[in-house]
């Protein structure tokens, strides 16, 4: 435990190499709205990155256009590290809302990205119950998703991000639903399963404390039009606790990003 | 063994221990008092009718040729249960026929509708015009250039049965959860795995929706394309018997062809609406038991 807590501490932003990177990407929509003007941005492996802005700032059109679910109006997306075509197994997504098929059970919910790619049932078994011990639903597998809490749902929602081995996994603010307890929960069982497997995190957020208490950099955008106004590293120690949450470093960082956002904010119209 | 006997016991008068509060104890009787009166009442009242049915009959002296009794209804049906028994089996067959084709085609229409919008645009207008179109209207045409008569009966019951089959099923084909539709493109899936493990089950309730109201329109389609149709003899169905038996004045019998075509109606209705909380108890909110 120690060792790979060491180890990710180590893993500082600038030491590693981009395993994505957004270059002057726009992005207008058909009926005339300006999405993303200009972003360029290097996401580097290993990092938990927020991208933090007011809604309208474009930042679930970058994860979007990241994922090849939207294409951008100019600009590139490029994958440094792959030769050839981007896999599509090494990017998973974690949308806002659980995002589960209600008519099949929690099982079915977490195989569904293997079954598409053509394992059976049996041959999957083995990861899906790994994929659920890792968000601790083992014992739910038989259950359906109307029988879940919001939290749990979200928790097979994860599962199912996870069961494909994601290179980087990309989260469009996926507990904003959530209250407030559950909240803090998944948020410290996001971080131990970050610092265990060492992915790559794109998430997206409208929450200062919750951007500052996951990330180790925050990127602050701003709206109308969608650009990146700054590039924050939030450098305190992993693993990061309760403690943290209530320590003077936190509310520091907390009222510099704030600072950050509100000078955003400033800078497009004001909401 | 004992133990888990004792803690069972214990279970029990642990429960009865538990001490509810008035308003529960009243919930869970209204909620007892419900479920029984589910089927009591209906069926006093279904009894109280025919009683009373019975009694006018008596009290007023109608004859039986304008009104007949109960008894005299059941007394036909069991007299006449040969003749009868035939009609029924050719309206069932034209009714059975009619629904399974309008379920095949409205299903097949429906995933190809949602495949292409160019064939849906293109197609769409003709299945409207199929169903504003009353049937009645156009079955002469249809049992004119149509040479066997069953054939003409079958497309007359399917014209009407399909419709709310294509349409609910296209609705729900095309109202799957648009993250999940973009949690399958993000995964690659092929046109085929998307409407197989997603289209389909989200347009599962629609259609089940659609059977129901397609099952009694298909009876009702095979009926009206027999009064029509108007044939005698051997591919007679129920409708002839009752034409026949106004015809000749047979009340009774008419009575026992009428029940008869409710009875078909009611056990569609029910075998559809089991089929819909069978293939949808675990999931779907219009199938679920909930606490008040």
Redesign the interface.
Known sequence: MTAMVQNNMLNTPAESSAIVSLNGICKTFSNGTVALDDLSLDIREGEFVSLLGPSGCGKSTALRII?N?VSPTSGRVEWPQETGKQK??E?S?V?Q?P?L????TVFGNVW??L???GVSKKAASDRVMEALQMVGLEQFAQS???ELSGGMKMRVSIARALI?RPKILLMDEPFAALDEITRFKLNNDLLHLWETFGWTVVFVTHSVFESVYLSNRIVVMAARPGRVVNDMAIDAPYPRDENFRTSSVYSGFCRDVSKALHAAMGAGDHL | MTVAIADKQALDQSEQAVPLDEEEIRRARAVRIEKIGRWVLPVIILTLSVYWWDRLCVWNEIAHYILPRPGLVFHTLVEDWGILSTALGNTLKITFGALAFATFGGLGLAVLFTQSKWIEISFFPYAVILQVTPVIAIAPLILIYVDSVAAGLLICAWIVAFFPILSNTTLGLNSADHNLQSLFRLYGASRWQTLRYLRLPAAMPYFLGGLKIAGGLSLIGAIVAEFVAGTAGSGSGLANQILESSYRLNMPRMFAALTLISATGILIFLTTNLLSYLLLRKWHESALKREA
């Open positions: 994922t679910l599509d197994h990017l997504f949308f809302e995002t098929m209600p008519w099949t569904l990205p079954r598409l790619k359906y998703p109307r494909t």
